[in-house]
Nanobody, 121 residues
Framework: QVQLVESGGGLVQPGGSLRLSCAAS????????MGWYRQAPGKQRELVAA???????NYADSVKGRFTISSDNAKNTVFLQMNSLKPEDTAVYYC???????????????WGQGTQVTVSS
């Protein structure tokens, strides 16, 4: 099994910054993709940003230029630096890892527990 533990959410004023972290532990052979999703009240969960093991990144249009995803592959950890935050960024943020536990198995996706980000004055 694989466990993901998130940290770094909170309350911030518009224009402020937050940094989220998500660390994976457990039976990990390799991690293919690490990503961040968010879900606002009454809305579907959406992809915010993702990074591959090779360092390629992908961002939602709504966060391009404001959010930066990075990873420490040696520590199985992904980060999301969020700058110039807006009220519409308010949501529960979830990390998601695509993990292979054994070289002969296909990968599985695991979710973090979620961390609340609230942008409000």
């Amino acid at each position: 099994q694989v466990q993901l533990v998130e940290s770094g959410g909170g309350l911030v004023q518009p224009g402020g910054s937050l940094r989220l972290s998500c660390a994976a532990s457990g039976n990990i052979f390799s991690i293919n993709i690490m990503g961040w999703y968010r879900q606002a009240p009454g809305k579907q969960r959406e992809l915010v940003a993702a990074i591959t093991s090779g360092g390629s990144t992908n961002y939602a249009d709504s966060v391009k230029g404001r959010f930066t995803i990075s990873s420490d592959n040696a520590k199985n950890t992904v980060f999301l630096q969020m700058n110039s935050l807006k009220p519409e960024d308010t949501a529960v943020y979830y990390c998601n890892f695509d993990v292979k536990s054994y070289p002969w198995q296909s990968s599985n996706r695991y979710w973090g527990q979620g961390t609340q980000v609230t942008v409000s004055s």
